[in-house]
Each structure stands twice: as C-alpha cells, then as structure tokens.
C-alpha cells in the first residue's frame, strides 16, 4: 500500500465519520445536492450501481437513501482501498456488497453498472480511475462524480493545514514539547537554569503558533486542540505521567503528519478546469461517453465540480 493509502485505512481505524470539513447545515445541503442529483440522472429502472472510493460512507448514506424507491433496491457495490473503510461501512449497511480493490483495477465486468459515482474519490486514480468509469458504466447508465477543484474551500483549507504542520516540523515544535515535559518532571535531575530555558523555548514556540494561526485563517480543529492542549498540558504538567505524554504526543506527532500526506495528496489530485476537462475527454470520448462539469458551489463556497457523464445518443 502506498504512504498515502495507508494513512486513509489509519484514519478511517479511527472511526472518523467524515473526510470533509463541512459543518452540519452544509453535510444536509450535500446531501439534498445528491438526492436531486441522483433523481434526475439515473435511469428509472436500476439494479446496478457502483461508488468509487467510497471511504467510511458520506455518499453511501445517500445512496441507500435514494435506492429505498427502487423494488428491487439496486445492488450496490461500494469499493475503497482501505480494510478499515470498508468494515465501517458494512456495519452501518449491510446490503452493501464492499470491494476492497484499486480503483483503477475494479473487479466487475464492461458495461455492468447503470450507477458509477464518487464523491472526492475517483480523482485518487488518476487517468486510470477515469477509464475505470467509462469501462464499468452501462450503456443506459449514468456517471456522477464530485471531485477536487483547485480553487475550493476544501483545497484552501488542505493548504493552510499543511503549512501549519509544516511549520511545527521546521520550528521542532514536537521535540521542544517533549524536552518540557521530560525535564519539567519532579525527579527530573536537571538544573534550575535548564527548566527555565525548555519553558522559555517552548513558550516562545506557542506564541509563534499562535501568531501564525492568526496570519493563515481557519485550521482544522485538530490543530487547534492540539496547540490548545499543548499550552494546557505544558502549564500543569506534574499532574500528568510522563510516559503518558510521551505517548500522546508521539501519536498526534504521526496523526498531523498523516493529515499533511493527506492534504498533499488531495492537492496533487485536485484540477481546474481545463485538466478535468482534457481528462473526461481523453477517458470518454472514445467510449462514446458524453460529459458535463460545472462547479458545485455549497454555501456561497466553491466545493468541486460536479461532473455527469453518459452515452451519446446514436
Ligand atoms: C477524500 S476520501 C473520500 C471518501 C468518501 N468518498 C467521502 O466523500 O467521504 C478518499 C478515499 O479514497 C480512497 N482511495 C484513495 N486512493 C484510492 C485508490 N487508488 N483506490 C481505491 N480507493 C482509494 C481512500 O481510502 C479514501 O477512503
């Protein structure tokens, strides 16, 4: 598995409910998006569907929602590299048949599915997801994708999350965080003069973060409990073990680095425009696939485009 396909299994492990950083009232407006969505594009009679990269279920929800309409509901294959995505979802929907696979290497046959979707997944894939699509997509079927724009919230936000962890890592922020710890502990054979140059460097750093989070705007809020939790913990910590700290920093040390291999990967696969364009076509086009993109605005915010795709007619 490659670093970024296992820090998503990591991830989901934990349980995370959501890869998006929307807030409730926007998580219901995606929601209705896709329901309208879903109701004007896919065929009236359907027993076939696919979600691409479907991750801990965000759109899945949705579909199972729309299929309650259909007698029989659709099958519905629901596929993502990570083991963890997939346990989750079958908890949460057991008539969902899970694929673990790639992508780009899907294990159904041509033309088999009425219903290939993805929220903010397929791009992962690359060319080859796109290709996937057009193969697997019937010759009544639909297309219906949400993917990554280069211009949106959650590009922004991804950028301004990396520069933060970035810069905790320039400044050695986590390694002055420890050294504080260890040597602020009561039997900790260490010099008054020592204790008093770790606190000040730490200090330091925490202004500097804060100064920094005050420059780049709105971070997720992992970061900003993290810096929170850093000045709470620093302030009191004799009630603490050290061991325990110890822990506790080296796993948020791996969780933010995790989200940094996230983010980077999220912005190498988001595109304008004309990328996404030039790709549909040199995907679909020989397929016979006509496609749409317009951008999906959420909120008075750019969130990605939305992208249908469907045979020409003869
Ligand atoms: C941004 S998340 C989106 C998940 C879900 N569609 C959603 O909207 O919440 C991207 C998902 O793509 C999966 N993924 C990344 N690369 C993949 C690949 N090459 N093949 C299959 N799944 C992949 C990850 O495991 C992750 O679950």
Known sequence: MTDTK???????AKGSASALPLSDDEQRQLGQFWQAQLLQNTPKTMTSAVELAAGAGDLTTQLMLFFGQYRPAPVLHALDSSA???QQLQVRFERIKPLQCDLTAVPLTDHSQQLVVSQFGIEYGGAAGFNEAGRLVAAD???LLLVHHTDSEIFQQCARNNRMI?????DQFFTKVGHWYRLAQPDAAVSQSDIITARTTLMHALQQAQQLLQQTGLVSLQIRQFYQDCAEIAAKVHLYQLQELLDWLQRMQAELLDSQRRGDAMQQVAM???QLDALCRAQWQPRQLKHRIEPFELAGKTLGWFV???KKPA
């Open 272 to 274: 304008n425009y004309q």
């Open 84 to 86: 963890q995505a997939l």
């Open 141 to 143: 079927g639909v297309i």
């Open 6 to 12: 296992s820090s998503w299994d990591r991830y989901w």
């Open 166 to 170: 970035r810069s905790m890592h320039d």
């Open 308 to 310: 249908t795709a469907r």
